[in-house]
Every structure is written in C-alpha cells, then in structure tokens.
C-alpha cells in the first residue's frame, strides 16, 4: 500500500502560535488518503464550532509518501493539496491550483 503523510495545521483567532501534527499512514490509493484528511478536516471544524474558536489560519495538508521526519510546506514535490479550513467550511486546493495561487500573488504589478 502507498504512505501518505497528512500534516495538520491549526491556529485559533487571536492566537500568535499553531498546533502542528503529522501523521503517516498506508492508504490503499491517493482518493482515500484525500478522503481520510477530508474527514480529519471536518473533525477538526466541529471541533473548533464546539469550542466557539474562530480558525485564524488552518488547513490540513497532503503528502505523497513518508514525509514524517521532513519539515513540508506546499511547495514541495510530494505536496498533492490541502483542505483550508474556515468559517464556510473546508475547500480542497490541489497543488496544481495552490501553485497557480502562489505565482500570481508573487507577480509584479
């Protein structure tokens, strides 16, 4: 079975610092690995509605293989996507669309 790495990335409102957790698994394919960081990304929603946190910036992020002792950011080739979580719920941006999204913020005007 392939590994996968799924990093979680949350930060309340208000709050200088961000809980970060990585978890590597075998997934039987890349659809239930986006599946299983879907379901952690709702959990992690509830949580914050439950607790009244409004998110200040979270998301949880896709890696492909076994990336648990590596410091990850999107911009690496393992990155496959990310849900980012907010007030509206949680969207997934594959890395294709999140480099898209990072090239035009870095654009000259």
Sequence with gaps: MPV???VTTSAAQ????AEINTLADDFANESEAIGYSRRMADEM???ANQLNLDFDYSNVGLYDGDRIDEELDPTSSAFL???VLDEAGVAFIGAAEFG???AEEVAPE
């Design 81 to 83: 996507g990310m849900w």
């Design 45 to 47: 929603l509830g949580l």
């Design 14 to 17: 208000g709050s200088d610092e």
């Design 100 to 102: 898209d999204n990072s």
């Design 4 to 6: 996968y790495t799924i």
